[in-house]
């Protein structure tokens, strides 16, 4: 492990990119669950097969989309969470590397 540096502010960057991403995934979510909605006969009548076949089309379309993008989100989140903690255990094997250095100097003078 000698020798491996890792950029704590690229990690944090990640973070913050993914917090953007999540917020613009929410608009995905409300999008595809309201301003898709299709109310019964907006395509004809029942008495038009096509009609009720068309609207079950949709409504199956409009269901495997929002689960589409709650798979993406929960690997967002996923994923954010891992990095964050990533970020906090090198930030804490930083902190105390540098303090155990510092403890060594100090303790070694007295």
């Known amino acids: 492990m000698r020798g491996t ?21 929410g608009e995905s979510v409300t999008k595809s669950k309201y301003n898709t909605y299709l109310p019964d006969g907006a395509l ?8 009720t076949e068309l609207t079950s089309a949709h409504r199956q379309m409009k269901a495997h ?6 798979v993406i989100n929960d690997a967002i989140d996923d994923f ?3 990095t964050k903690i990533v970020h906090g255990n090198y930030q804490n ?3 105390e590397a540098k303090n155990g250095m510092n403890g060594a100097r100090s303790g070694a003078g007295e």
């Open 5 to 25: 540096r890792v950029d704590l502010s690229e990690l944090e960057e990640t973070v913050r990119k993914l917090g953007r991403l999540t917020t613009a995934m």
């Open 44 to 51: 004809g009548s029942h008495r038009f097969v096509e009609s």
């Open 65 to 70: 989309i929002e689960e589409i993008i709650r």
């Open 80 to 82: 954010g969470t891992k």
């Open 93 to 95: 094997a930083e902190y």
